[in-house]
């Protein structure tokens, strides 16, 4: 059944992310109807990716059904499918399947993966963009351990367990962390084929510390860490090529390994219908501090695509969670008044990263925080994050086990297969 809008505007969301979210939750519905368009049927929580790739939590845990999330919206309506384009005259959007008209239209799509020019990498690497890639790297992570396990070949069996993670970002140093998890607790109680001092966990990162967008305090503390959890960094190299199952360093040393992971940079993803002055550096879109599409008062642009620069971020805000929700709880305030006058001030609440159980670090304003407690404060942090009270108590008691018991249980490889095929069904041909 599709929305009455006796006489109100129409607001279609390119994005059920952070910020798509967070305007269907804000808008007034006495004002408004809304049609929310996402290419998955799902919300989901990317800064858990990397534990679903670690198998330390499963994909249900951290998603959502956006259905489920607007049952009791009447002002909602959910389409599931691919914005293809936007007619800015027309004012409509149309995916795969449907043209929708609004009254106005918010760009929450979020970022793809960006290779820097190397777009031979994307079929090469591991990426943690979603939860398709993060149970991709999960099912590699498995697979790894189990030809490994079997493997005669001593020089051979350790090129089965060579992994390489490409940027030392929040990402990169939790994911390396997660599987030096794995290397050091799990690997010598359950894989008894494999010698832990086999597998081998390189971080390549381009800068001079880990964890670059923190405190030094915070990078140094992180380095350590992971060093405890036997993974090893290369700092001021980057990545020139991949090619061979060799990395070409741009030092000049080349690595041998067969899982590249990939997490070195985000880019938008163009849509199709506006002109190319609106896009900014990245993809993104340029916005002014009301969250304008440059050139359009009836298009917003939010979160990760948007593009802004103030004095204190010269190079646009950062493409964080915390900046999604409040520039759509900003943007949510001046549409329900009629009135652009409120404009957007990010209120930085401070950024974490997690490397294994137990340690963490947390800057947090004047409060930096390292080891157990900023753990603690990272574990709170992101289950109240989490979408659903089902869901929040499911990664607690996963959490829970594996900090009780040193392991996860959710070491299950499970491989995708074909589907018959639909010739009328489109998504089939995706
Ligand atoms: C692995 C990882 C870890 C992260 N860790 C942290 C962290 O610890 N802290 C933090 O603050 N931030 C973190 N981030 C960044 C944070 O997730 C983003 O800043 C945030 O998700 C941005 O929200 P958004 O709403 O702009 O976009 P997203 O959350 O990316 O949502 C975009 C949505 O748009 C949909 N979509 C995209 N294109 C189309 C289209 N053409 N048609 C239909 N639907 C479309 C997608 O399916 C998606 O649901 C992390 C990101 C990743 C990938």
């Given at each position: ?167 030392a970002?929040?990402?990169?140093v ?35 510390r880990v964890l ?7 990078s140094r503390h992180a380095r350590e860490y992971l060093g ?5 960094v290369?700092l ?195």
């Amino acid at each position: 059944m599709g929305v009455e809008n006796n006489g109100k505007k129409h607001v279609v969301i390119i994005g059920g992310g952070f910020a798509g979210i967070n305007v269907i939750k804000k808008l007034d519905k006495k004002k408004f109807t809304i049609t929310l368009i996402d290419r998955h049927n799902f919300h989901s929580f990317p800064p858990l990716f990397y534990q679903i790739a670690s198998s330390g939590l499963d994909t249900g845990s951290i998603s959502f059904p956006f259905r489920r999330e607007i049952r009791h919206m009447r002002h909602v309506r959910f389409h599931m499918g691919e914005v293809k384009k936007v007619d800015t005259t027309a004012k409509t959007v149309t995916t795969q399947f449907e043209t929708i008209s609004y009254d106005y239209l918010v760009i929450a799509a979020g970022t793809t993966n960006n290779f820097f020019g190397m777009d031979e990498l994307r079929d090469k690497v591991y990426t943690l963009k979603s939860v398709a890639e993060a149970i991709r790297l999960r099912n590699e992570i498995l697979d790894r351990l189990e030809r490994a396990s079997i493997e005669k070949n001593p020089e051979r069996k350790k090129q089965l367990l060579s992994f390489v993670v490409i940027g030392a970002g929040p990402t990169g140093v939790e994911v390396a962390g997660a599987i030096g998890e794995m290397k050091r607790y799990i690997i010598p109680r359950e894989y008894p084929e494999i010698d832990k001092n086999d597998l081998k966990i390189l971080i390549v990162e381009g800068a001079d510390r880990v964890l670059r967008t923190m405190s030094e305090d915070a990078s140094r503390h992180a380095r350590e860490y992971l060093g405890h959890l036997m993974v090893d960094v290369k700092l001021n190299t980057s990545m020139l090529g991949y090619d061979n199952n060799m990395v070409k360093l741009a030092n000049g040393e080349e690595v041998y390994c067969e899982t590249l992971i990939w997490t070195a940079g985000i880019v938008g993803e163009p849509i199709s219908g506006f002109e190319d002055s609106v896009y900014a550096k990245g993809g993104r879109f340029k916005v002014d501090s009301c969250n304008r599409v440059y050139g359009h008062d009836d298009i917003f642009a939010l979160g990760d695509i948007a593009y802004l620069e103030s004095p204190k971020y010269p190079r646009g805000y950062p493409q964080l969670a915390q900046v999604a929700i409040q520039q759509a709880r900003c943007l949510c305030e001046n549409l329900n008044k009629g009135e652009f006058n409120k404009t957007f001030e990010y209120n930085d609440k401070g950024s974490m990263a997690t490397v294994g159980r137990n340690r963490a670090v947390a800057d947090l304003h004047k409060l930096h925080m390292y080891g157990r407690p900023a753990w603690v404060t990272w574990m709170f942090i992101h289950l109240i994050s989490i979408l659903g009270m089902r869901n929040k108590l499911t990664v607690l008691i996963n959490w829970i086990w594996a900090y009780c018991t040193y392991s996860t249980s959710l070491r299950l490889l499970v491989r995708p297969t074909k589907y018959p095929y639909r010739h009328h069904w489109d998504l089939a041909k995706e």
